[in-house]
C-alpha cells in the first residue's frame, strides 16, 4: 500500500499500522542471549533522511518506491554539490557574514528514507496521520519561548544548549525518544539479565534501563535521560521513562525538534523484526506539552561497529568563543542578531 484510497478514522488506522507491523515481525524468531531474552545486542543506526514530522511535500505516510528513488537521487546531487572543495579563489567572506560551518564531509544523516515491513516511510510520527506534532496552544507557546530564551541568553553556560555543554547530544538523539540528527547516528544495545544499557554514540551518553521492578524514582530525583524502566512482553522490550530533568525538556533539531515537559512519559517498544533491524517505537503522553499522545515508529538499523568516542569537551571551542563574542558586544553595547539553534 502505498496510498490510502479514502480518509480513515484515527482507531482505523492506528489498528491498520499495529496490523502491518505484527506482519513485519511474524515468523521471524529472534536469536536468544544466555538469559533467554531476545537478543536486541549489537550496533544500529536510526540515519536517515526520514525525519519525526512529514514535510508539507508529502501528503502520505509511504511513498513508491519509484518516488523514494527520486528524492534520495536528489537529495545525493545536493550533498556532492555542499561536498566540493572550496575555492581558493573566492576570497573571504563579507564583514559580519556567516562563514559557513564543516562541509558534507564531516556529516553522515544518512542516504535513504525509513523503510518498515517493505513501505518507505515519510514520517516518524505515525498518529495524528497527518504526521505533525499535535501542540496544545499552550504547549506550542512553550516551545516558542524556549526557542527564544535558546536563541538570546549569552549570559552564561547554564542557558546555552546541552548540545554546546556536552551533556546531552543535539536534538533527541540521546532521548527517550531516540531521533535522528546530522551526525554520529549510531547505538549500542548491551544486555544483562536485569537491566540493558543503549550508548549513544553522539555525546557520549549512556541509558540503563532497569529490568527489576516497575517503580521509578522519587520524583525529585530527576536525571538526565529520564529514569527508564523496562520488561518483556513477549519479545519485545518495553521501556517507560519519566522523571526527566527540566533543563532537557527543549531539545532543538530543524524538523525533528520538541519540547517535553518535565512530567512527560514516553513509552518505548523495541522488536527485533529481522537479523538486521529493530522495529523501534514509542510513544508520548505529555498533556502539559500536547493536545493528545502521539506516536511514532522507525527502524533501527544494524551498522559495523564500533561506536566511536565522541570527544565532545576536547576541543570545544564553541562555547567560550559564543559567551566571549556576547562579552565583548556587551562592552561594546552593541546587539546580538538571534542565531538558529535548531541545528547541530
Not at 536563541?151 to 553556560?157: E, F, K, Q
Not at 522490550?237 to 532543538?252: A, C, D, M, Q
Request: proline share 8%; aromatic share 8%.
Amino acid at each position: 500500500m502505498t496510498r490510502l484510497a479514502r480518509p480513515l478514522t484515527r482507531l482505523a488506522f492506528a489498528g491498520l499500522l499495529a496490523a502491518a507491523a505484527t506482519a513485519h515481525a511474524a515468523g521471524y524468531q529472534p536469536p536468544r542471549n544466555g538469559f533467554g531474552q531476545p537478543d536486541l545486542q549489537g550496533v544500529w543506526t536510526n540515519a536517515s533522511l526520514t525525519s519525526l514530522q512529514r514535510p508539507a511535500m508529502f501528503k502520505s505516510l509511504t511513498l513508491t518506491e519509484a518516488e523514494a528513488a527520486a528524492l534520495e537521487k536528489r537529495r545525493a546531487a545536493a550533498r556532492a554539490t555542499q561536498d566540493r572543495p572550496t575555492d581558493p579563489n573566492s576570497g573571504a567572506p563579507p564583514a559580519g557574514a556567516d562563514p559557513g560551518g564543516y562541509n558534507a564531509s564531516w556529516t553522515d544523516p544518512g542516504v535513504s528514507l525509513g523503510r518498515i515491513g517493505g513501505q518507505v516511510r515519510t514520517s516518524w510520527i505515525v498518529e495524528p496521520a497527518n504526521g505533525q506534532l499535535p501542540y496544545s496552544t499552550a504547549g506550542h507557546a512553550a516551545y516558542v519561548e524556549a526557542l527564544r530564551k535558546a536563541r538570546n541568553s549569552w549570559d552564561g553556560p547554564e542557558n546555552r544548549p546541552l548540545g554546546e555543554r556536552c551533556i546531552l547530544g543535539f536534538g533527541s538523539t540521546a532521548g527517550p525518544p531516540m531521533l535522528n540528527v546530522l551526525y554520529n547516528n549510531n547505538y549500542q544495545i548491551v544486555q544483562s539479565k536485569d537491566s540493558v544499557a543503549i550508548l549513544v554514540e553522539m555525546n557520549h551518553d549512556a541509558r540503563i534501563v532497569r529490568l527489576t521492578d516497575r517503580k521509578h524514582l522519587p520524583d525529585y530525583i530527576r536525571p538526565w535521560m529520564g529514569d527508564s524502566v523496562g520488561w518483556w512482553e513477549g519479545d519485545t522490550l518495553v521501556v517507560e521513562t519519566t522523571n526527566f530533568n527540566p533543563g532537557e525538556s527543549l531539545r532543538p533539531y530543524f524538523s525533528n525538534s520538541i519540547l517535553l515537559s518535565s512530567h512527560a512519559k514516553v513509552t518505548e517498544r523495541f522488536t527485533r523484526a529481522s537479523p538486521t533491524q529493530i522495529l523501534y517505537r514509542f510513544e508520548v503522553d505529555d498533556p502539559a506539552t500536547y493536545s493528545q499522545v502521539w506516536k511514532a515508529e522507525m527502524p533501527l538499523n544494524a551498522t559495523k561497529g564500533p561506536v566511536y568516542e565522541y570527544a565532545c569537551h576536547e576541543g570545544n571551542y564553541a562555547l567560550p568563543g559564543i559567551l566571549a563574542g556576547a562579552r565583548k558586544a556587551d562592552h561594546d553595547g552593541t546587539k546580538i542578531e538571534a542565531v538558529d539553534v535548531s541545528g547541530g
